[in-house]
C-alpha cells in the first residue's frame, strides 16, 4: 500500500515501528497532491515548507521518544498530515471562508483547535475548499472555485466541507477538519465515502472558527475509517473557557468503545447486543434515491445481525427542519457577518468616495450571491413586525424537534438514518435552483437544531459506484455509544477499504 493510501492509525503503526518517518509519509502526500490536486481541487492554500518543518520535528520527537523507552506516550497524531477547512484560523496563514471578503486575511491567533493539535505534533499541509462561510452543500458556492469530487470528477464532493472531505478520499491528507452548521462534515463525508464525525454543541470549542451560525456550528472530523474520524474527535475536544459554549464535560478515550477490534473479544454477530436502534419514519421520503433507501435499510439489518434491538419510532417535526434551519442560520448569519465592512477585517473597495460607500461597494464585491441571500433573508426575519412571525416562531419549533430526540433517546440509544437523500449530484446540477440544495441536507439540520451528535459511515454504493452514507446520531455527549455501533458495522463490512481511482 501507498503511503497516502494509509489510515492515521496504520500510519502511527509505521512510525512507531521506524518503519517510515513523518518526513516520508508527509512528502509522499504531497507528491499526491501535487500528482492530483489539479483534478480535485481540495486545497485553497498548501504550506508545504511549513509541513516538512513539522515533520521534522515531529521525527524528532519520535525518536526521542524511542530512545527514552516512552514510544506508548506519544499521541496518536504525531507526525501525521492533516488539512484544515479554511473556517478555521491557523495563525499566521490566509483564512478565505472561501469568500473574497476575506481573501487578504491573516488571523493573528490560533483556533483551539489547532492549538491542540499542534501540541499532538500533527503536520498541517494546508487549508481545504469551502462554500462561502461555510453556507452550501457542494463547495459550488466558493468563491474561487468548485471542489471535484475524488470518485467522479464530474461531481460535487458534498459541502460546505467538500475540500477537506474529497482531500482525504483522493489521499491528498490522511485526516481532515471540517465545520457542521446544518450537515456540512456529515454531508460530503457521505458523497465522498469517509467517516465524518458532527459531535456535540459544546463538545469542541469554536474559538477561531468563523462564526456563520453560531447555535448550529460545530468543528467535526473526517476521516477513512471509524478510528480515524475518532482520534481526531479525541484531539480536539474539549473545554475552553474562550468560547462560552463549550460545556465542561470531561473527554473520555473515543477509542475505548473501537476496543474490540483485535482485543480478547472475538468478532462475532454479538457485538451489538443490547443495542437499541431507532429508525424515525420521516427519514424515509418520497423522492429519495431507491440505492441509497435500500443500502441503508440493508444497513439496518447488519446492526440487527449484529445484535442490536431496531425500534421504528417517530420524530414528528422532522418535516419544519429545513424551514427552521433556514431562518435561524441566516437570521444568525446576518448577525455575524455584519463585521465584514471594509473597515476591520479583509477586503475594502480601494476607491471608495467615503465610509456609506466603502460600506456597500466592499459588501457588494466581498460577497457572493448566497451569502447576500442568507443576509437578506436574515435581515428579514430579524426585523421589527416580522421577528415574532418568523424568528421567533422558528425557535419555537426548534424546540420542539429538540424535544422529539429527547423523547426518542429514552427509548432508544442511537438512531440511523441516511445522511443524504442523493449520492454525489453533477457540477453544476442544483446551482440555479438554492431549494433543491438546501434539500440536500433534509437528513443532517435536525441534529444541528438539537444540538446532539451524529456520524456518517460509508453503507454501500449506487450504480454509478458513487458512496452511500449511513448516518448514525445520538444523544447529547453520546458520541461513544455512536463511535462503538459505527465501529461494529465497519468492521462487519468492508465499504470503508474502498478507495476511488484517480
Ligand atoms: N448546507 C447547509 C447550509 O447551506 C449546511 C451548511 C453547513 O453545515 N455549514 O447552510
Not at 514510544?71 to 469568500?99: F, M, N, R, Y
Not at 479583509?346 to 466603502?358: C, E, H, I, M, S
Not at 421567533?392 to 426548534?398: D, F
Not at 420542539?400 to 427509548?411: G, N, P, S, Y
Amino acid at each position: 500500500m501507498k503511503l497516502h493510501e494509509l489510515t492515521i492509525h496504520e500510519a502511527h503503526r509505521l512510525l512507531l515501528r521506524g518503519e517510515t518517518s513523518s518526513a516520508e509519509l508527509t512528502q509522499a502526500v504531497l507528491d499526491r497532491i501535487l500528482a492530483v490536486d489539479n483534478q480535485v481541487k481540495a486545497y485553497l492554500c498548501l504550506m508545504p515548507e511549513a509541513a516538512l518543518d513539522d515533520a521534522q520535528k515531529a521525527d524528532e520527537a519520535i525518536a526521542e521518544a524511542r530512545r527514552e523507552g516512552r514510544l506508548h506516550e506519544l499521541h496518536p497524531l504525531i507526525g501525521i498530515p492533516l488539512a484544515i477547512k479554511d473556517v478555521i484560523c491557523v495563525q499566521g496563514v490566509p483564512t478565505t471562508c472561501g469568500s473574497h471578503i476575506l481573501e487578504n486575511f491573516i488571523p493573528p491567533f490560533e483556533a483551539t483547535v489547532i492549538e491542540k493539535l499542534r501540541a499532538a505534533q500533527a503536520v498541517f499541509l494546508g487549508k481545504t475548499n469551502t462554500d462561502e462561510f461555510a453556507m452550501g452543500s457542494s463547495t459550488e458556492n466558493s468563491a474561487y472555485f468548485t471542489t471535484h469530487n475524488p470518485w467522479d470528477l464530474t461531481r460535487v464532493p458534498g459541502g460546505s466541507s467538500g475540500g477537506s472531505a474529497a482531500s482525504v478520499a483522493a489521499g491528498e491528507c490522511l485526516g481532515a477538519l471540517g465545520s457542521d452548521t446544518g450537515g456540512s462534515v456529515r454531508q460530503p463525508a457521505s458523497l465522498c465515502g469517509l467517516v465524518g464525525i458532527k459531535p456535540t454543541y459544546g463538545r469542541v470549542s469554536r474559538y477561531g472558527l468563523v462564526a456563520f451560525a453560531s447555535s448550529l456550528d460545530q468543528i467535526g472530523t473526517l476521516g477513512k475509517d471509524v478510528t480515524d474520524a475518532a482520534l481526531l474527535l479525541g484531539a480536539i475536544a474539549g473545554y475552553d473557557w474562550r468560547d462560552s459554549t463549550s460545556v465542561n464535560v470531561a473527554v473520555p478515550d473515543y477509542r475505548a468503545p473501537l476496543r474490540p477490534e483485535g482485543s480478547s473479544r472475538p468478532f462475532g454477530s454479538d457485538l451489538l447486543q443490547g443495542l437499541r436502534v431507532g429508525v424515525p419514519q420521516e427519514y424515509f421520503v418520497e423522492g429519495m434515491q431507491p440505492e441509497v433507501e435500500q443500502a441503508v435499510q440493508a444497513a439496518i439489518e447488519q446492526l440487527a445481525a449484529l445484535g442490536a434491538e431496531i425500534i421504528e419510532l417517530s420524530l414528528l417535526h422532522t418535516e419544519y427542519a429545513l424551514p427552521v434551519y433556514y431562518l435561524i442560520a441566516p437570521a444568525e448569519a446576518s448577525a455575524n457577518l455584519a463585521r465584514y465592512d471594509g473597515v476591520k477585517y479583509g477586503y475594502r473597495v480601494p476607491d471608495a468616495v467615503d465610509l456609506d460607500d466603502a460600506y456597500r461597494r466592499t459588501r457588494q464585491f466581498g460577497f457572493g450571491a448566497e451569502v447576500k441571500r442568507r443576509i437578506m433573508l436574515g435581515t428579514y426575519a430579524l426585523s421589527a413586525g416580522y421577528y415574532d412571525a418568523y424568528y421567533l416562531r422558528a425557535r419555537q419549533v426548534r424546540t420542539l424537534i429538540k424535544r422529539d430526540f429527547d423523547e426518542a433517546f429514552e427509548q432508544v440509544d442511537v438512531i440511523a438514518a441516511p445522511t443524504a437523500p442523493t449520492t454525489a449530484f453533477r457540477i453544476g446540477e442544483k446551482v440555479e435552483d438554492p431549494l433543491q440544495m438546501y434539500l440536500s441536507d433534509i437528513f443532517t439540520l435536525s441534529v444541528n437544531l438539537a444540538g446532539i451528535c451524529g456520524l456518517s459511515i460509508p453503507c454501500g454504493f449506487d450504480e454509478a459506484g458513487l458512496p452511500i452514507g449511513l448516518q448514525i446520531m445520538g444523544p447529547a455527549f453520546g458520541e461513544e455509544v455512536v463511535l462503538r455501533a459505527a465501529h461494529a458495522y465497519e468492521q462487519a463490512t468492508d465499504w470503508h477499504t474502498r478507495r476511488p481511482e484517480l
